[in-house]
């Protein structure tokens, strides 16, 4: 079965900071990639989302993420963070091999300190 | 409808009492799923509903945890003799028809058993 990793569970940054967040997978084949966001009190949102072409996507608030084919990654970055982007962050994978739904992450909590 | 909408938002129970989660998908939206979230355990995976077909009851955790879905559209997650450890937020998502372009979540259900 496939699964997703996010190595960092608590990342805390000060504002303007530079932020990655890893995210690798374990699936051969063709995948379409996510990244989805929850911040306090809200319903999970999606971030951005990669399918095919460019590796370099971008997503909403200035967040992009890039795929790695030969390091099955898909990692989250944004060259300066807010405290607004103090949330969790889950990555999600679906490949539809066995399975038709998506496969998340533990999630990874940010917290921004103005 | 515009959204996925749950209810409630919260429910407060006694352990061992049963209780019911809503969650009505957006129209049109043939696949539903239903996660739960607990502190610093991510996304569970319980149920996949698609269509008419049989659903994937894999993820739920024991015999306590059922759901229907009426009519192809509103589900219900039912938990009976509830306990402690039931405790999290529950949360629906429904894609078009497969996970290929990601879900869209419902606000969820906070279940606290007391």
């Known amino acids: 079965a496939q699964s997703v990793s996010q190595h960092n569970h608590h990342v805390i940054l000060s504002e303007a900071a530079s932020l990655e967040l890893g995210c690798n997978y374990s699936y051969g084949g063709t995948v379409n990639l996510f990244w989805y966001v929850q911040y306090p009190g809200q319903h999970l949102q999606l971030l951005l989302k990669y399918f095919s072409g460019d590796p370099l996507v971008k997503g909403i608030k200035g967040f992009e993420a890039e795929f790695i084919k030969s390091k099955f990654s898909f990692n989250l970055r944004k060259p300066s963070v807010q405290w607004s982007d103090t949330a969790e962050y889950f990555c999600?994978?679906?490949?539809?091999?066995?399975?038709?739904?998506?496969?998340f992450g533990k999630g990874t909590k940010l917290s921004v300190i103005p | 409808g515009a959204g996925v909408s749950q209810s409630p938002s919260n429910k407060v129970t006694e352990k061992g009492k049963d209780v019911e989660l809503r969650c009505d998908p957006i129209s049109g939206h043939t696949a539903l799923y239903w996660y739960r979230q607990s502190l610093g355990q991510g996304l569970e995976f319980l149920i996949y509903?698609?269509?008419?077909?049989?659903?994937?009851k894999s993820g739920l955790p024991s015999d306590r945890f059922s759901a229907e879905r009426t009519g192809g559209s509103v589900s219900t997650l039912t938990i009976q003799r509830t306990q402690q450890e039931d405790s999290a937020v529950y949360l629906c998502?429904?894609?078009?028809?497969?996970?290929?372009?990601?879900?869209?979540f419902g606000s969820g259900t906070r279940l606290t058993v007391v």
């Open positions: 999600a994978v679906y490949s539809g091999a066995g399975s038709y739904q998506l496969t």
């Open positions: 998502a429904s894609s078009p028809l497969t996970g290929y372009n990601g879900y869209t």
């Open positions: 509903f698609q269509g008419n077909s049989a659903p994937d």
